[in-house]
Nanobody, 124 residues
Framework: QVQLVESGGGLVQAGGSLTLSCAASERTFGTYAMGWFRQAPGKERDLVAHITWGTGSTYYADSVKGRFTISRDTAKNTVYLQMNSLKPEDTAVYYC?????????????????WGQGTQVTVSS
């Protein structure tokens, strides 16, 4: 059973930066890619960024393009989300997830394994 553990969340002022990490308990063998999602209170869980294990191909939601960077370290089975120029609207619980879906997996239903989430709060 693959377990994903997020870390790195916290409170930051607008314009600041945070780096989230997602460590897998074992190589997510067979999974095609990893995604970072976020969910604000009363809102749906939306994809923020996506990266494939093999080529490192990335995808970003329009709302974070140019500010967030997703990366992976295959040796450490870890995925990162570097978040810069944070805005109050980035406040949410951030989740990492692993998918067997080939191609850009946008929907939560595409993902097979989930972490427990980490809170990111951006103050104005």
């Amino acid at each position: 059973q693959v377990q994903l553990v997020e870390s790195g969340g916290g409170l930051v002022q607008a314009g600041g930066s945070l780096t989230l990490s997602c460590a897998a308990s074992e190589r997510t063998f067979g999974t095609y890619a990893m995604g970072w999602f976020r969910q604000a209170p009363g809102k749906e869980r939306d994809l923020v960024a996506h990266i494939t294990w093999g080529t490192g191909s990335t995808y970003y939601a329009d709302s974070v393009k140019g500010r967030f960077t997703i990366s992976r370290d295959t040796a450490k089975n870890t995925v990162y989300l570097q978040m810069n120029s944070l805005k109050p609207e980035d406040t949410a619980v951030y989740y990492c997830a692993a998918t067997l879906h080939i191609g850009v997996a946008v929907r939560t239903t595409h993902y097979n394994y989930w972490g427990q989430g980490t809170q990111v709060t951006v103050s104005s």
